[in-house]
């Protein structure tokens, strides 16, 4: 069993920045990706930025040169990075991970961005 704890989520305004963290904890996670999904309302979850293993990082065109993602392995913790925030980067933000275990979602952290 994988838990992921998410922390960094608020209201900012648009040009602001926020950091998003999300810590997986549990036994022998052996993880291969850790990556972050968003939902805004009445739309479908949509992947924003996934980093693998040893891999370089993919990033949706829509936060290309906002967002940065990254992971410290030695604590088993994602990081996203969002500068020059927009309204539409509004939404609940979902940090998951894929593992030998299976994969795995955070709760989710709201972040709302006013212009």
């Known amino acids: 069993q994988v838990q992921l704890v998410e922390s960094g989520g608020g209201l900012v305004q648009a040009g602001g920045s926020l950091r998003l963290s999300c810590a997986a904890s549990g036994s022998s996670l052996s993880i291969y990706v850790m990556d972050w999904y968003r939902q805004a309302p009445g739309k479908q979850r949509e992947l924003v930025a996934a980093i693998a293993t040893g891999g370089t990082p993919n990033y949706a065109n829509s936060v290309k040169g906002r967002f940065t993602i990254s992971r410290d392995n030695a604590k088993n913790t994602v990081y996203l990075q969002m500068n020059s925030l927009k309204p539409e980067d509004t939404a609940v933000y979902y940090c998951?991970?894929?593992?030998?275990?299976?994969?795995?979602w955070g709760q989710g952290t709201q972040v709302t961005v006013s212009s």
């Open positions: 998951g991970v894929t593992s030998r275990l299976g994969r795995y």
